[in-house]
């Protein structure tokens, strides 16, 4: 079964610098989606960024950046710049496709909350 | 509509109470998903439905947990009997079946379900 690990519960990072969240999963399937989502204090899951497996190229949307890692299984994000808006728990999801019915199940990790110091 | 409705926002009940969560998925929207979230944990799978085909419901905790979904659009999660392990943030969220491939679901903000 696929597996998501976030390792870091929490992170800080001060306003205007670069911080990385790490996330690493397990699969046996060769073609996937990696996703990124945002949970701000509304609780309203955010879509930050996702990455094809197949594509080598890293997903980037503007401040946001992936270091995927097919063969390591890593997938980290990079948010650039930091605001105060970024400030979220954060988490990796990886989807996977249930031949058998259809079915499109993601797995999530259990997130890392970004606090962002003024 | 617009987006992904749920309601209640908040939910406080006793222990042993039913208690009915509804999710209303942007129009058009045909995969309809629940998860769970509880306290320091990622999103638990719950109940998957797309269509008019049989719902996944492989994630389901307990017989206490149902759900369903009329017309194909309005869903309804069912918690009977209610327990303190059933506290959590209940998420839904759709897709249609082009939107749904690989660019991900639209959340709606859940209902923090919390039995006293």
């Known amino acids: 079964a696929q597996t998501v690990t976030q390792s870091q519960p929490e992170m800080s990072v001060q306003e205007a610098e670069t911080v990385t969240l790490s996330c690493t999963y397990d699969t046996s399937e060769s073609d996937y989606y990696l996703f990124w989502y945002k949970q701000p204090p509304s609780r309203q899951m955010i879509l930050v960024i996702r990455?094809?497996?197949?594509?080598?190229q890293n997903a980037t949307e503007n401040r946001f950046s992936v270091n995927f890692q097919k063969a390591a299984k890593s997938f980290s994000l990079k948010i650039s710049d930091s605001q105060l808006g970024d400030a979220a728990m954060y988490f990796c999801a990886y989807r996977t496709l249930e031949f058998t019915s259809g079915t499109y199940k993601y797995i999530f990790g259990t997130g890392t909350r970004l606090k962002v110091l003024a | 509509g617009a987006g992904v409705s749920q309601s209640p926002s908040n939910k406080v009940t006793e222990k042993g109470k039913d208690v009915e969560l509804r999710c209303d998925p942007i129009s058009g929207h045909t995969a309809l998903y629940w998860y769970r979230q509880s306290l320091g944990q990622g999103l638990e799978f719950l109940i998957y439905?797309?269509?008019?085909?049989?719902?996944?419901k492989s994630g389901l905790p307990s017989d206490r947990f149902s759900a369903e979904r009329t017309g194909g659009s309005v869903s309804t999660l069912t918690i009977q009997r209610t327990q303190q392990e059933d506290s959590a943030v209940y998420l839904c969220?759709?897709?249609?079946?082009?939107?749904?491939?690989?660019?991900?679901?639209?959340f709606g903000s859940g209902t923090r379900l919390t039995v006293v």
């Open positions: 969220a759709s897709s249609s079946r082009t939107t749904g491939q690989g660019y991900g679901y639209t």
């Open positions: 990455q094809e497996a197949y594509k080598q």
């Open positions: 439905f797309q269509g008019n085909s049989a719902p996944d």
